[in-house]
């Protein structure tokens, strides 16, 4: 039994040995080598934008109270006035919906007249130049294969009516990736 004892103290002191710091200090010396090796670059920052202040002079601004551009605004209404559209003449069927849910198709070519092919609720319509559409007085002004340009009329912040530019684009098709 004695045997045995001296032959597992000495296994235990071969394994007690190999758990010291030899290696552990060349690892250190190494790292310390590295980092005074080692220059890191930073890029400098970029140069500021200079600011310039700007003067703000109110005896030159005009008074937003102003009873006179009042009544110059209300002059450049009257002048911008004419521009309004038939409010009485009978709505086409595709004035009931709004343009963004119109979705350009396709186009086709009958008797020399291009049409431009519109979903609206899965169900297709033919349209061409002149047409209305749209909730905004919109009216079609040229067909292409890639898009269709509307000219709508709607009212501004003043109430004054202004013609606005509008374009249903090709939409590519899910089924083909055209």
């Avoid at 009931?96 to 609720?121: C, E, H, N, W």
């Avoid at 349209?127 to 890639?146: D, K, M, Y």
């Avoid at 509307?150 to 590519?172: H, N, P």
Wanted: charged share 25%.
């Amino acid at each position: 039994m004695t045997k045995t004892h001296g032959a597992l103290l000495l296994t235990m002191a071969a394994l007690l040995a190999g758990c010291g710091d030899s290696d552990v200090r060349e690892v250190r010396s190494w790292m310390d080598q590295v980092k005074r090796e080692t220059k890191p670059k930073v890029k400098p920052l970029p140069a500021s934008k200079e600011f310039i202040p700007y003067a703000y002079n109110q005896q030159e601004a005009v008074d937003p109270f102003s009873t006179a551009k009042l009544a110059d605004a209300g002059l450049l209404a009257q002048a911008r006035s004419t521009l309004q559209p038939d409010l009485e003449r009978p709505r086409e069927a595709l004035e009931a919906y709004p343009l963004d849910t119109m979705t350009m198709v396709g186009t086709m070519q009958k008797g020399g007249a291009s049409f431009a092919l519109l979903r609206i609720d899965n169900v297709i319509y033919r349209v061409r130049v002149g047409q209305r559409l749209g909730q905004n007085f919109g009216q079609v002004t040229r067909v292409t294969p890639a898009a269709v340009d509307i000219r709508e009329m709607v009212q501004d912040a003043g109430g004054d009516w202004v013609e606005r530019i509008s374009k249903l684009e090709l939409q590519e098709s899910k089924e083909t990736g055209k």
